[in-house]
């Protein structure tokens, strides 16, 4: 139940291999026989790793924070959902957005707005789609309380794990007298979940990273897909999505660069919330999050919020051939179809938004904002597709190799 989202080629703390060991055979204390080594201690990390697989923590109970972040479907998943946006604990808590990947997350920067080098200032960092929690412990304890998510408090999730098989284990960590007060308790309960995070979901364990550490070369098609997705002429993927192959250092290939865009996603008319045509997830701008306020030497040179409207954090492509959904909104089930809509909104708009071929999931206000200077996004309608659909199949093919635990044939 619990291996199928550790996929590490990296050693595991000690911690986390005992608490794996412990739900599949019995660790009962004290009574050790020859030849088998005792227990060690467990940590914050072997703690956090139980709490992120207990399905007990919601209410009603069944959703666990693996739900949505399991190593089968690329860190990220919906909890079952299939229209592109996360399920909630109860049958008909569908929510706003398509659930983030976490692996990789512990290296995203803090939110705040960097000058670029042509001048312009950004947003950069944060963590979930609109950057609104700086920390993993912070976005941790978000979807504890959420009424979409796993709908519970704090008293309820501390209550719950203090009469759970795992509650020795977490007073062993945190003391014997942890569970006497519910919000230290609650807080370890998000420092634990960030420790796993940052402990186990980078591994950097895939093909592309055996690549770069000189181990194996990639297939034809895949270094076709690589050498488009790094040509700044055709996908230039890697314009946004940062690589380093040359460096030997899988590390400095991070596939973002954590900044945010309005690249014209359509809009997914499946979502509850836009049943109402005058609602509009603006990302940086809301609702999920109050608007960030701008620093002076933003406004200084003229730029309000009204600028970052409709923006969202690029994600990593690290595990990105597993997810099986896309984009914020979860629009996209297919791959080959983002890389599609990159290559050809420009040229075919009819084809993904209907109509008169206008974005249809921002106001008019905001149609300024979406991408339009990077390349493919900055092509004429009258010059075609950026990509052929032998180049399309080749970047998806390069794309696979960023999937973590791969194993050499």
Known sequence: MVLHFIQ??????????????????????????????????????????????DTN???PAGTACVSCHAASQGF?????????????????????????????????????????????????????WDGRADTLEAQASGPFAH?????????????????????????????????????????????????????????FSSKYDAMVRGELSL?????????????????????????????????DSMFTEFTYYATGVPRNTAIPMNADPAFYDLGLCGPARTPPVLPKAVLDTGVTIDNFCGMFRMPTLRNVAERPAFMHNGFFNNLHEVV????????????????????????????????????PFDRLASQGSALTEREIDDIVTFMRTLSDGYKAP
């Open 219 to 251: 297939s034809v098609p895949e270094a076709r897909g690589m050498a488009l997705f790094m040509d700044p002429a055709k996908g230039n993927c890697a314009g946004c999505h940062l690589m380093n192959p040359g460096s030997g250092k899988p590390a």
């Open 8 to 53: 590490t080629s990296r050693p595991v703390r000690h911690g986390l291999m005992v608490a794996l060991t412990c739900l599949l055979v019995a660790c009962g204390g004290g009574g050790g026989s020859e030849g088998v080594a005792a227990a060690p201690e467990p940590d914050a990390v072997s703690v956090g790793q139980r709490i992120f697989t």
């Open 147 to 203: 009424p979409l998510e796993m709908n519970t408090t704090e008293k309820e999730v501390v209550d719950k794990i203090a009469g759970s098989r795992y509650a020795d284990m977490f007073k062993r960590v945190f003391g014997a007298q942890i569970f006497a007060d519910t919000s230290a308790a609650f807080a370890k309960v998000t420092s634990a979940l960030a420790e796993f995070q940052r402990a186990t979901l980078q591994p």
């Open 76 to 128: 990220a998943g919906n909890n079952g959902s299939t229209i592109g946006v996360a399920l909630g604990s109860k049958s008909d808590s569908l929510g706003l957005r398509n659930a983030m990947t976490n692996s990789y997350s512990g290296l995203i920067p803090p939110f705040s707005f960097i000058q670029a080098a042509d001048g312009k200032f950004e947003a950069e960092g944060g963590l979930l």
């Open 57 to 59: 923590l919601s209410s």
């Open 340 to 375: 599609r809509f990159y290559a050809t909104r420009n040229s075919d708009p009819v084809r993904w938004y209907g109509g008169a071929g206008t974005p249809n999931d921002l106001p008019a206000k905001y149609l300024a904002n979406i991408e339009s200077v990077k390349a």
